[in-house]
């Protein structure tokens, strides 16, 4: 348990999805990154999705872009939280991304996080807190990361000298 997917629909969402996986391993979370499209991978979708809490897996972050289905039809397969991030794409900067993975219809639920690597980040952040509730070691590491970084934000003022 405790295991979290970082699903995205294409290698070429790698770029952003990898900010999510370098934030979960600086947090100290096991997690495991895959390639499923639902557009073009229909069936193995579905067999992740439906398999994914007796897997181990605790929450699933998607990354998907342009007519960004896979978060909502992961989410369609499991009660397991599904938190989606719209990769930024080339011809609507990921407002198509947006817009399609965070209107969901009500009853199939997805955490929408922002466009791109923002969004791509606070999917491992919010994915870390949910697991924090029920484990002390999670809750502190998020602690530290929020201590180190209001302790930059500070410091940061240095440069306007
Ligand atoms: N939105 C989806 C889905 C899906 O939702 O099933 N599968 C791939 N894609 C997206 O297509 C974009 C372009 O993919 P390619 O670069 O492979 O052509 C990617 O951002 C991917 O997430």
Same mark, same amino acid.
């Given at each position: ?60 972050? =998607? +990354? @998907?872009?342009? !007519? /960004?289905? $896979?978060?909502?039809?992961?989410? %369609? ?40 690597? =923002? +969004? @791509?980040?606070? !999917? /491992?952040? $919010?994915?870390?807190?949910?697991? %924090? ?29």
């Amino acid at each position: 348990m405790n295991k979290i997917a970082v699903v995205m629909g294409s290698i070429s969402d790698w770029p952003t999805m990898q900010l999510t996986t370098q934030l979960l391993e600086q947090l100290g979370l096991d997690f495991e990154p895959k390639i499923i499209s639902a557009h073009r991978m229909p069936q193995e979708l579905q067999t992740f999705s439906q398999n994914a809490k007796q897997d181990g897996f605790s929450v699933i972050i =998607a +990354g @998907a872009g342009g !007519a /960004a289905h $896979l978060p909502g039809m992961l989410a %369609a397969n499991t009660i397991l939280p599904v938190i989606g991030v719209p990769i930024e794409s080339h011809a609507l900067k990921g407002m198509d991304s947006l817009l399609s993975i965070v209107q969901m219809p009500s009853g199939v639920p997805v955490a929408t996080t922002a466009i791109g690597k =923002a +969004g @791509a980040k606070n !999917a /491992a952040l $919010l994915a870390a807190e949910i697991l %924090a509730i029920n484990d002390e070691q999670i809750a502190q590491n998020l602690l530290d990361f929020r201590q180190k970084q209001t302790e930059e934000a500070i410091k940061s003022a240095d440069q306007l000298k």
